[in-house]
């Protein structure tokens, strides 16, 4: 089955801290993963894509195929990084799966 | 230029009636996604479109949900004898072609609520 899992609802870090989102995935095909960042009041929006190997506004996401993960990872938190996060993973159609997002909220 | 706009941006109607939601997507987008996330939830992909056609209805959670893109642009949801449970925001994404590398930008949604 396709799936996305983030285990974490809600990650409260404090700002200058190192943060890491989880994101779990099941496909048994070649994956494109995906994070999307949603801020207070403002669309959902992509933030990087894993094909890109970008950095983007300090995060970085590294697939790792061995333990089907994507963990999007900032060594210093700021806080205007609070937002909902979600991992997603591009299937091989036209289908995104997301998973069920995590909150962070980073803390003065 | 304008992104891609939704409406109405919140929608009340009682169970058993019929909606429609509109998307506009960004001008010379020709592919078209719909989803839906209810609370607590990721986005829940419905339907897919390139173009005019539907290339992926497989998301669309029973024949009680439709939707058309007649001219390859605008793009209506329809919801018919609705319950309770389609209570969520409905979300509508365009993208420039439709490919995997291509970006996705959403629309604010519409937040359908059925009493």
């Known amino acids: 089955a396709q799936r996305v899992t983030q285990p974490e609802k809600l990650l409260s870090v404090f700002k200058g801290a190192p943060v890491e989102l989880k994101c779990n995935y099941s496909y048994s095909g070649s994956p494109e993963l995906f994070w999307y960042v949603q801020y207070s009041r403002q669309r959902l929006q992509l933030l990087l894509r894993?094909?890109s190997r970008e950095s983007i506004k300090g995060f970085t996401a590294d697939l790792n195929k061995g333990e089907t993960s994507f963990h999007l990872k900032k060594p210093f938190a700021q806080e205007e990084d609070s937002a909902m996060y979600y991992c997603?993973?591009?299937?091989?159609?036209?289908?995104?799966?997301f998973g069920a997002g995590t909150r962070l909220f980073v803390k003065a | 230029g304008a992104g891609v706009s939704q409406t109405p941006s919140n929608k009340v109607t009682e169970k058993g009636k019929y909606v429609e939601l509109r998307c506009d997507p960004i001008s010379g987008h020709t592919a078209l996604y719909w989803y839906r996330q209810s609370l607590g939830q990721g986005p829940e992909f419905l339907i897919y479109f390139q173009g005019t056609g539907a290339a992926d209805d497989s998301g669309l959670p029973n024949d009680r949900f439709f939707a058309v893109r007649p001219e390859g642009s605008v793009s209506t949801l329809k919801i018919q004898r609705t319950e309770r449970g389609d209570s969520a925001v409905y979300l509508c994404?365009?993208?420039?072609?439709?490919?995997?590398?291509?970006?996705?930008?959403f629309g604010p949604g519409t937040r359908l609520t059925v009493l």
């Open positions: 997603a993973l591009h299937t091989g159609g036209f289908k995104t799966i």
């Open positions: 894993h094909i």
């Open positions: 994404a365009s993208s420039s072609a439709g490919r995997s590398t291509d970006t996705q930008y």
